[in-house]
């Protein structure tokens, strides 16, 4: 363990004017994937990579990769990053700070001279948050095989856009292969997004693996009708078809507690006309666990429900299942490099498995993967109030350039 140390102010000053391209009022970040506002994010990114001397190459799929050579280039690149792309109403560190800690790491290995053996990648993945485009995290799984290619560019937003057209409309259509090669190693760094760390006053969390994932699309159709003459007793009302859905997904969550989450977090309502009865819904449903098996019957109990209650109104159910995310443990070799490297540096720690999903998620089909999570203030994430420290920001990427090296010098 060499124990480097890392510019905390220049990896702060960054993060800061990075949070400048598309801030909100409240402070957070609006960078919705492949926007022109994720386009210049992604501009500032690759000229800073420049700077720092790396060779940046640009995949199928949008995603950035900026290299530093190695002593023996031929090894397999030990690779860090995440995303750039952000929620509708996302935090200044969300996503971006993992790819910045890995441009901080190749700044920090310059100032030292650092030549590693093999060399270094710092990546930014496209549309890891999966709200414009979903399934999230579809880029990193297109590199890892877990989707063909045609499947990630014909991904659509909400008006049809697909990510593809986007790609070639911000100029980030890249020529490079997207997967297909050899990953050293890779490490993720990122805020928790969670109230663990914080709560117990540790400032790295050893992510030992991420909880499974299943996504939904739903439709409910009945009949639109005037609000005024039609007698309650014969309308088809898919809005309150919806709302007891809604209801269920809650139900279901709190039923498999502790570990479950249950989210509807987007809705749609036709004709949305404050005097015409609903007619057609489409909503969405998120469903976490740890364990696959109380997932798959979280999932059963919700198609159950939502069959019951289009029965009962006499309303159309589509249901579809469009993302599925299996629970993931990282390799003991990558855990195991973070924990020697926090144990090393004196950095108060604790294993943890992540709530939220990320890009290394699919990374550890085809490479040995680990992630450094840091305490964010009150757990809060998905929200503009997002907040860290400077000090908790510069330890996780102190642990990940020590991480790092000890991979790419380990051959
Ligand atoms: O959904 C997630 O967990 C991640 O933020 N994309
Ligand atoms: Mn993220
Ligand atoms: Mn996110």
């Known amino acids: 363990m060499q124990n480097i140390r890392i510019n905390g102010q220049r990896l702060w000053d960054s993060l800061m004017e990075m949070a ?24 500032l990114f690759v000229r800073w990579c420049e700077e720092a001397g790396c060779t940046v190459s640009v995949d199928k799929m949008g995603n950035i990769f900026a290299r530093r050579p190695g002593k023996d280039n031929a090894l397999p690149p030990v690779m860090t990053g995440s995303h750039i792309d952000s929620q509708p109403t996302g935090g200044k560190f969300d996503g971006i700070y993992g790819v910045l800690a890995g441009l901080e790491v190749v700044r920090t290995l310059n100032d030292l001279s650092y030549e590693t053996n093999a060399p ?16 999230a995290m579809v880029a990193s799984g297109v590199f890892a095989g877990e989707f063909e290619l045609a499947y990630g560019l014909a991904c659509k937003d909400r008006d049809g856009k697909s990510i593809g057209e986007e790609l070639e409309r911000i100029g980030y259509a890249g020529a490079a292969e997207c997967g297909g090669r050899a990953v050293g190693a890779f490490f993720e760094s990122h805020i928790e997004q969670g109230p663990i760390l914080e709560a117990e006053a540790k400032t ?10 299943r996504w939904y699309e739903i439709e409910v159709i009945g009949m639109e009708a005037h609000a005024g003459p039609t007698p309650m007793e014969r309308r088809k009302d898919a809005l309150v078809g919806a709302a007891r859905m809604v209801e269920e997904v809650r139900r279901i969550g709190f039923a498999n507690l502790p570990n479950a989450c249950a989210t509807v977090g987007m809705m749609e309502v036709s004709p949305n006309s404050r005097n015409v009865i609903p007619g057609h819904i489409f909503f969405t449903v998120d469903l976490r666990h740890p364990e696959a098996g109380i997932l798959e019957a979280m999932s059963k109990e919700l198609e159950g429900a939502c069959e019951k209650i289009a029965a009962e109104l006499k309303l159309e159910l589509k249901f579809e299942e469009i993302w599925y995310s299996p629970p993931v443990k990282f390799h003991d070799k990558c855990v195991g490099a973070v924990q020697e490297a926090a144990d090393a540096l004196g950095f108060e720690n604790r294993g943890i498995v992540s709530g939220a999903g ?12 680990g992630m450094i999570f840091v305490p964010c203030k009150d757990g809060i994430s998905h929200n503009e109030t997002e907040s860290a420290t400077p000090e908790d920001i510069a330890a996780g990427c102190d642990v990940l350039v020590n991480a790092m090296v000890a991979c790419a010098d380990a051959d």
């Not at 270094?120 to 414009?132: L, Q």
């Open 204 to 213: 790295i969390g050893v992510v030992q693996g991420v909880q499974g994932i």
């Open 20 to 43: 400048k391209i598309g801030a909100t009022e409240k402070g957070g970040v609006c960078r919705l994937a492949l926007t022109d506002v994720d386009k210049a994010a992604r501009d």
């Open 358 to 369: 990320h890009d290394a998620v699919y990374v550890s089909r085809v490479a040995p993967t």
């Open 120 to 135: 270094i990648e710092v990546v930014a993945w496209t549309n890891e948050e999966g709200s414009r485009f979903a399934p």
